[in-house]
């Protein structure tokens, strides 16, 4: 008796189809989509969001909080990478950019604590302003390096910019009407 080969291929096919369906994400939530729709990256939009294990189940006050809260992680989170490798040997021109990028991030830091402040008291109208301060201050970041072949924070900068773009979205929702 010889193996049926066309039947065992299609039945490894179909096992493999329905394996990688099941594996699949759920699509993002309406509001997910809606905000990233707006930012300079969907799917690191999506998957910046999706970080934070409320994000399916949240409407857009929640979303704020994710938000701030994500950006803010973000943000302290590459300032100590970047004062890390300011201690290590770098070339005087890299120290300049990394010292540059420190204060920037200092600064995207101060701005979105603010707008956590702002959210804890249900003050809405100043985190648009905030975080495109804060957006700002990763793109110069982003700038520094970019005539740099030595790329060491990544793709950061582009998640701050990004969450920063959510933030803005949900805070002109709320003090401009819309959705
Ligand atoms: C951060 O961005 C704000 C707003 O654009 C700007 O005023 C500030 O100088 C920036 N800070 C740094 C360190 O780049
Ligand atoms: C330090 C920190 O929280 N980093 C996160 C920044 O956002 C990316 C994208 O969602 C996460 O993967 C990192 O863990």
Redesign the pocket.
């Known amino acids: 008796m010889s193996p049926n080969h066309p039947l065992l291929l299609t039945t490894v096919l179909l096992l493999l189809l329905i394996t990688s369906a099941a594996a699949k994400p759920p699509p993002p939530t309406p509001l997910v989509q809606r905000i990233c729709k707006t930012t300079a990256d969907y799917p690191l939009c999506v998957e910046a969001l999706y970080a934070d294990d409320r994000t399916p189940e949240a409407d857009r006050y929640v979303m704020a909080f994710i938000s701030v809260g994500l950006a803010y992680t973000n943000a302290t989170g590459t300032r100590s990478y970047i004062s890390g490798l300011a201690k290590d040997h770098t070339s005087r021109v890299d120290r300049m950019r990394l010292d540059r990028c420190g204060?920037?991030y200092?600064?995207?830091i101060s701005?979105l604590e603010i707008a956590y402040n702002d959210l804890n008291s249900e003050t809405y109208f100043g985190l648009a302003s905030l975080s495109g301060?804060?957006a700002?201050?990763a793109t110069?970041c982003q700038a520094v390096f970019s005539k740099s072949t030595w790329r060491p924070l990544g793709n950061r900068n582009q998640v701050l910019l990004v969450l920063c773009q959510v933030i803005a979205y949900i805070g002109k929702s709320f003090t401009g009407g819309g959705d």
Do not use: T, V, Y
Request: charged fraction near 55%.
């Open positions: 204060s920037d200092d600064a995207a701005r301060e804060a700002r201050n110069d």
